[in-house]
């Protein structure tokens, strides 16, 4: 999103909660908004049967390889989780089926380098269940 009118309605959005979360987010020059939409209808009825939501699971995968390309393209990403769902719907005209999920904030980085990030070591991530060589 850029019009700016929106994207203001948008940033409003994003200061979510007593903290006012997302200050940034009234900075970037780009407002990705990610919607889930009701998916075809074996999709609908598999998860509903397996309790699972497999558009969810879509819009994560998505979004990665949305903040991915980014990176590879010198551009700046914040998943944002924290914002108001009926303020975002109030600024943007969605059909009722399209549920706002996240928001992406784009932008350049300042200073052209993300900060090192202190990681988990893999294994304690994930762990071998049977042989470990493959
Ligand atoms: C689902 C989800 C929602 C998030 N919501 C917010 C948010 O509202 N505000 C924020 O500052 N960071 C939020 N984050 C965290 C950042 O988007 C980012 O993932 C975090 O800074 C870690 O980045 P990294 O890839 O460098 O580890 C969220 C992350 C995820 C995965």
């Given at each position: 999103m850029v019009d700016d009118v929106i994207k203001r309605k948008l940033a409003k959005?994003?200061?979510?909660?007593?903290l006012h979360a997302n200050p940034f987010v009234s900075e970037?020059?780009?407002?990705?908004?990610?919607?889930?939409?009701p998916g075809h209808r074996?999709?609908?009825?598999?998860g509903r049967l397996l309790g699972r939501n497999f558009p969810l699971m879509d819009i994560g995968m998505s979004v990665m390889?949305?903040?991915?390309?980014?990176a590879q393209e010198g551009l700046g990403t914040c998943i944002i989780g924290l914002f108001s769902a009926r303020e975002v719907r109030r600024?943007?005209?969605?059909?009722?089926s399209h549920r706002t999920r996240?928001?992406?904030?784009?932008?350049?980085p300042e200073d052209g380098a993300?900060?090192?990030?202190?990681?988990?070591?893999?294994d304690q991530m994930s762990r071998?269940?049977?042989r470990k060589e493959v």
């Open positions: 959005a994003a200061r979510f909660g007593p970037v020059p780009v407002i990705v908004i990610v919607n889930e939409t074996p999709t609908r009825w598999g390889q949305f903040c991915l390309q980014a600024a943007v005209d969605f059909p009722r996240l928001l992406l904030a784009l932008g350049k993300p900060f090192e990030k202190k990681r988990k070591a893999k071998y269940i049977g």
